[in-house]
């Protein structure tokens, strides 16, 4: 039986290994991917500190996993299927087989959300998008859409200004929510256009966008913009399908810990986006993999005392 098993290689899950290997904790890390989680999709990262020039997602992620194995984590490639989770026992049924572990770290992060509209599921991949970094390259030249005003959609809305000749910022509301010094950066930008007060109801196209159909909440009017890329940013939604039923959730289905990130369950911990909190960033997840990894480790002092 492990110590520990963690559930997730992005900053969180990472974190946690690394503090959980240096504490000589028997731990395994499983990751149905590779390293990384959303930061992935992150093009560049300029709040994290230590990074004055900033650094890419891809690099940062990479530094974190080689930390990680600088002091002997082991990160297997697994994906888990179910989870039993009991004060007394928790089991995990992996694509591989049943792991047993006397503590967990949850860090399977959250997922982008969908708008649910007409189209949307049809184009995904053939213009429909969630990743500028993964898709931005494509639309040299072209005009596309996003949609949202937060800061992915505006941090997004600005990296995707490198390639498309024009970029409409579809936003429900008169006022972004997106960072101010993002805000600055949007609204200084020629390529730039804040479409207002707006909901996108359908996106149009067979093989691939080639417009969208869009409604003012305010006056009721619709329209449609010719594009040929749409990139949806509306926020994200927990991984929970594993915990669901175990687990205090809050009310939009992130798990529910204390200050020491442990769960409802004894010996259970999250760490990261699958948290219920108020700020979701590279620094808020990984001072909470610390810390779920430093209390695993006592919970399990604990156990076995
Ligand atoms: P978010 O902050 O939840 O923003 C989602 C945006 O989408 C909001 O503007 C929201 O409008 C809009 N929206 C939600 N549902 C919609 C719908 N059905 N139709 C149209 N618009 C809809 O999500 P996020 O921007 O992905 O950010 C997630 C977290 O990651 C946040 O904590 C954010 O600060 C963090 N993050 C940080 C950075 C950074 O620090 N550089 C970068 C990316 C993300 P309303 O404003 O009207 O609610």
Known sequence: ??????????????????????A???TILLERFSPGGLI?????????PGFPDGVSGFELVDRMKRQTEKFGLEIQNQEVIRLELTPGKKTLVTDKGTLETKSLILAFGAAPQKLGIEGEDLLTGKGVSYCATCDGPF???QEVAVIGGGDTAVEEALFLSRFASKIYIIHRRDELRATKLLQERAFAEEKIELVWDTIPTRIVGEAGVEGIDL???KTGQESRLSLQGVFVFV???PNNELVKGQLELDRRGFVV???DMETSVPGVFAAGDIRSKVLRQVSTAVGEGATAAFAAGKYVESIDA
């Open 139 to 141: 639309y040299r030249d």
């Open 24 to 26: 000589r904790l028997r």
């Open 257 to 259: 810990t204390n200050n």
């Open 215 to 217: 409604k003012n909440v």
């Open 40 to 48: 992935l999709t992150t093009d560049w990262v300029e709040n994290y």
């Open 1 to 22: 039986m492990e110590d520990l098993i963690i559930i997730g290689a992005g900053p969180a899950g990472l974190t946690a290994g690394l503090y959980a290997a240096r």
């Open 235 to 237: 926020g994200y939604n």
